[in-house]
């Protein structure tokens, strides 16, 4: 049984930072390029950032770029996502899937909002 568990979010003031994880099983985690997600109230699933199966290899979309790194350790079946200066508009549930995602591994998420 395939599980994706993610974990790390809170309440965090503007400018502030935050470490995302995703913790994995139930499938050969090593072999898989994986990604993260992110869906605002009345918005989209929007994608992040990728990482491939070894780590060796990272892109991120324009609106984290320069601001986050993924990153993941495959000892521990784990996918990171390093979230700094944040913004209120980065406001939403964070979620981690593998790349290309499968619809049946999305977990529950987890909210990270920004506010003062």
């Known amino acids: 049984q395939v599980q994706l568990v993610e974990s790390g979010g809170g309440l965090v003031q503007p400018g502030g930072s935050l470490r995302l994880s995703c913790a994995a099983s139930?499938?050969?985690?090593?072999?898989?390029?994986m990604s993260w997600y992110r869906q605002a109230p009345g918005k989209e699933r929007e994608l992040l950032a990728d990482?491939?199966?070894?780590?060796?290899?990272?892109s991120y979309a324009d609106s984290v770029k320069g601001r986050s790194t993924i990153s993941r350790d495959n000892a521990k079946n784990t996918v990171y996502l390093q979230m700094n200066s944040l913004k209120p508009e980065d406001t939403a549930v964070y979620y981690c899937?593998?790349?290309?995602?499968?619809?049946?591994?999305w977990g529950q998420g987890t909210q990270v909002t920004v506010s003062s």
């Open positions: 899937n593998t790349r290309p995602r499968r619809p049946a591994y």
């Open positions: 139930g499938f050969t985690f090593s072999s898989y390029a």
């Open positions: 990482i491939t199966s070894a780590g060796g290899s990272t």
